[in-house]
Structure formats: structure tokens, C-alpha cells
């Protein structure tokens, strides 16, 4: 357990990104396995093969997005948030939270992700879904809402 207490929610953005280039595995198993073991026929070949680079290549634009944050991990706890990324490792107080949104799911995540943007600095998370955490009962743009307790920027600014 961590000083800060028991993490309550939390986001990995180089997990999001391994999980979207790894989609392409089954197929190249399947190739290979097609290619060594089933002796299938080259059309058969070439088709699993194409589907498989297309995956692969269509999964590199989210990994090369999500891999390149600079902002890697965040843990939520009751009092605060830490961040942790490229030369970056600090402690956020929810005070310091300037909006939070919701925004469209983005490369093929299912239901809305979470935008939390910070005082003082450059750094805003991006979340692809919204995460909940069964033993609470709640998700994490709901937790953040309640925890800021500021009212979001109006849809007129």
C-alpha cells in the first residue's frame, strides 16, 4: 500500500497501447500456424496475412498515440492523484484539477472517454473509457466530479 493510501481507480496508457498492437497476433498466429502446420493453399496464405498487416497497421496509429503521452499512469486516491510519465512523477491535490469532460471514444473505445486538464500545467489526461471501480459503486468521472466539487466550464466558453 502506497503513503497515499489505497488506490481507489486508475489508468495505464502503455497497457491501452500493448492491448491495441497486440490485436494483430491472433492473425499472424493463424498465418503461421496456416503456413508450417495446415499447408493451407497461397491464396488462404496471402488473405490471413493481409488481414494481419491491416490490423497491425490500423492498431499503430492508437499505440503510436497512447504509447507517446506523456502522462503514462495515473492513480487515483481519496485525497489526490499521481502522475507518472515521461520526466514526469508528482502528486496532484483534486483542487488543482481545472475541468474535467467527457469526450467521444476514441480509436474504436466503447462508450465516452474522460478529459481532466490541470492548474499550472501542461499536462492533460486522457482517459479512452471511464473506468469503474465495483467496490465503490462508482466511476471515475463521477468520483472526479464529486472530488473537485467545482462546477465544469460552461459549453458557452
Partial sequence: MSALGQTSLYHLARSIAHA????????????????????AELPFLGGILVVALAV???SLCP??????????????????????????????PYSEIREISLIDPPFFA??????????????????????????????????????VGTPQLSESS
Fill in 20 to 39: 491495441y498492437l497486440w490485436m494483430s497476433s491472433p492473425f499472424f498466429g493463424l498465418f503461421i500456424y496456416e503456413w508450417f502446420v495446415g499447408r
Fill in 56 to 58: 497491425l497497421v490500423v
Fill in 63 to 92: 499505440y503510436r498515440f497512447y504509447a507517446t503521452q506523456r502522462v503514462q499512469e495515473v492513480f487515483f486516491y481519496e485525497n489526490s492523484c499521481r502522475l507518472r510519465g515521461k520526466n514526469l512523477n508528482r502528486e496532484v
Fill in 110 to 147: 466503447a462508450g465516452p472517454g474522460i478529459r481532466v486538464s490541470f492548474n499550472g500545467g501542461d499536462e492533460t489526461l486522457l482517459i479512452p473509457s471511464n473506468p469503474k471501480n465495483r467496490s465503490l459503486r462508482i466511476d471515475l468521472y463521477s468520483w472526479l466530479k464529486a472530488k
